[in-house]
């Protein structure tokens, strides 16, 4: 899949297409429903479907030390862009220009004269321009006076509440892997570079896959059952830690994969790690040999709750 710079001017053959806009972080039910449609009218126009994402997320910029939040990285969404049917991806960076432009700039500037968009296909609450000044109301009425063409997909429920990215944020935070992978559509997943640890795992007879969580909103701490997929396609089984490792000073803060029956060496190497259950909270051992017993039997928890896998 092509990524395109939104600083540049969208030339043929992806000119002319039909944009589905939103930030899609997560890319859960509700985004695929809006890329969804903007696939399909691109098929059926024969038009490029092309899905713009904002890099970094908007409240980033306007409030840089809050926690990390992403569910998703740029990488990840490009993928997850691709699989939904998009020709190419197009990375809105969100800085002081773009912040200040206002909503019929963003409209007539951007998608009209920059990108050359035929169609634009947004979710319900989509609100962009400078104060957030626009919305789809906006963006209808300057497409019935440009000749350009916009629809509004309705939010997608889930039981009585709609599929939103806070709710799975909310679900991550609290250890709710089930619901966060259900309103995803795929269980959450973390991204990263196997780094050199302390060997702490490793002495213990459990040897970890350790990952800089980055970005990435942080779930609970606590122990997880988890999968791998390593860069060959490989998916392993095992058990996680995430937090900040409470038995061992330094406290350092990282993800720290386990994976069952595997000794291969992974340091340099990007794997994704899926988080399919809570096991238990993070806690700090008296000793060493409690701590190895208690290792083992969140193994055997996370092969029985991997099971089914």
């Known amino acids: ?3 395109l710079d939104g600083h540049a001017r969208i030339e043929a053959p992806l000119r002319g297409g039909v944009i589905a806009l939103g930030n899609f972080d997560g890319f859960h039910a509700g985004h695929q429903a809006v890329v969804g449609r903007a696939v399909r009218h ?3 126009e024969g038009r490029p479907a092309i899905v713009a994402t904002f890099d970094p997320h908007p409240v980033r910029f306007f409030k840089p030390d809050v926690p990390p939040f992403r569910l998703t990285t740029l990488d990840q969404r490009q993928e997850l862009f691709a699989a939904a049917g998009a020709d190419a991806m197009l990375v809105l960076p969100f800085d002081a220009a773009l912040a200040a432009t206002s909503a019929e700039e963003f409209i007539t500037g951007l998608l009209l004269d920059r990108y050359g968009a035929a169609g634009v296909v947004t979710g319900a609450d989509f609100v962009f321009g400078k104060g957030r000044s626009g919305n789809v109301v906006t963006l209808a009425d300057h497409a019935r006076r440009l000749g350009f063409f916009t629809e509004m997909v309705a939010p997608v429920d889930d039981a ?7 709710r799975i944020r909310e679900a991550l935070q609290a250890g709710d892997c089930a619901t966060a992978a259900r309103l995803l559509t795929r269980p959450f997943t973390v991204r990263g570079v196997v780094q050199h640890g302390d060997k702490n795992g490793r ?4 040897p970890t896959a350790n990952i800089d969580m980055g970005n990435y909103l942080r ?5 997880y059952a988890v999968t791998g997929k390593l860069p060959d396609g490989r998916v392993l089984k095992g058990a996680a830690n995430l937090g900040i490792r409470p038995s061992f000073d ?3 803060e990282l993800l720290e994969p386990h994976f069952f029956d595997f000794s291969e060496d992974l340091y340099g190497r990007e794997i994704d790690v899926a988080f399919h259950a809570f096991i238990r909270a993070e806690a700090k051992f008296d000793s060493m040999d409690a701590l190895m017993a208690q290792i083992a039997a969140d193994c055997e928890a996370a092969k029985a709750l991997l099971g089914h896998l």
């Open 1 to 3: 899949m092509i990524r």
């Open 42 to 44: 691109a098929k059926d």
């Open 160 to 166: 009585d509440e709609v599929i939103s990215s806070s």
């Open 203 to 206: 002495l213990l007879g459990f």
């Open 219 to 223: 779930p609970r701490y606590g122990i």
């Open 250 to 252: 330094p406290p350092k």
